[in-house]
């Protein structure tokens, strides 16, 4: 935990197409799913994986609810049984 006063310097996130929200707070994603699927849709990444785990069912209910809402989502599901099942949800993006 940062003391008031210290410098806080962003995290470098990989664009590799796969976001992993387990190192994340909840706080953290109304900044951070606007900002990672607008650098996915720059780099030419039209299909993105968002690993929410299954937990309660909580992160993906929040996860669900920014994507549909979200400009320039196609289309949502959670991913087939061989790649994370409802751990995990596929998000197309529109070109």
Known sequence: ???AGDTVLPVRIPITGE???HT???QDLGELLPA??????????HEIRIIH???TGTLRRTV???LRCAPG?????LADES?????????????
Do not use: N
């Open 36 to 45: 990672y699927v607008g650098e996915c849709r720059r780099l030419g990444r």
């Open 64 to 66: 669900h609810a920014w």
């Open 24 to 26: 994340f707070r909840p």
């Open 73 to 77: 989502i196609a289309s949502f599901r």
């Open 53 to 55: 785990g299954k937990g």
């Open 19 to 21: 976001l992993d929200l």
């Open 83 to 95: 790649a994370g099942s409802w751990g995990e949800t596929v998000v197309t993006l529109q070109p």
């Open 1 to 3: 935990m940062a003391a």
